[in-house]
């Protein structure tokens, strides 16, 4: 019983530290999330949602939808079209793109106190749509990005991929804007489509702000 007792006061001790990522999938279609650092991945089914614990203070925290999966030996293995991280439920390295990822840096030191910063990146792309919301209340400047067009189905050309969109910056941090990443732009304002592009892109809230994260909002 003593031991029981510990266990739970662990628990609720990691939980007051960490902020809490609830991830909504409002999709018509399954969605497999991803969290890192935490290593975290499970399935969300249309009408789902998945809380996620990241520490406080976490630097560059990212969630990021898995689709098209496959998954077998007890649905910890297996494939996916898009967002694939070495084929494990629970991803330790980073999706393979074309990936929408949601992108944290929590409790930053600012000039009034700490600050949570995040975004929406294209930067690797798009599979998804996306929206970041603060959850709870909490007062933020400019409240959360929202990505809600289907860049897949208008994806030029040259960039189209098995289920989603590449970035014609993939991997060149020295690249853009170029007439691609404008095409992300235009559809999706609020969000990166090039390392460096700072076009109102960066959104903050208070340190210890909860956010939901909606795939198709």
């Known amino acids: 019983m003593a031991s029981l007792l510990v266990v739970v006061v662990m628990l609720a001790a990691t939980a007051a530290d960490a902020v809490t990522f609830t991830v909504v999938n409002k999709c018509g279609y399954t969605v497999w999330p991803a969290a890192l650092p935490s290593g975290d991945g499970t399935q969300l089914d249309p009408g789902q ?6 520490p406080a203070g976490t630097k560059g925290a990212r969630v990021w939808g898995r689709t098209g999966c496959g998954f077998v030996s007890g649905g910890s293995l297996g494939q996916c079209q898009t967002g ?35 975004d929406i990146s294209l930067v690797d792309g798009f599979n998804a749509p996306m929206a970041i919301a603060p959850a709870g209340g909490r007062r933020c400047p400019r409240g959360g990005p ?5 860049i897949t ?4 050309g040259e960039l189209r991929a098995k289920a989603g969109c590449n970035n014609p910056c993939m ?3 020295t690249c853009g804007p170029t007439k691609d990443t404008e095409f992300f732009k235009r ?5 990166i489509t090039y390392s460096g592009d700072n076009r109102g892109t960066t959104f ?3 340190a210890g702000t909860g956010y939901r994260i909606v795939f198709c909002p």
């Open 187 to 191: 559809l999706c304002p609020e969000t």
């Open 153 to 156: 189905l208008q994806c030029p």
């Open 84 to 118: 694939d991280c070495g084929g494990t439920l629970r991803c330790k390295a980073v999706g393979a793109p074309p990936v929408t990822v949601a992108e944290f840096s929590l409790g930053q030191v600012s000039g009034s106190g700490g600050e949570d910063y995040f």
């Open 171 to 173: 991997g060149n941090s």
């Open 49 to 54: 949602s998945w809380a996620v614990y990241v």
């Open 204 to 206: 903050t809230c208070p």
């Open 146 to 150: 929202t990505c809600a067009e289907q």
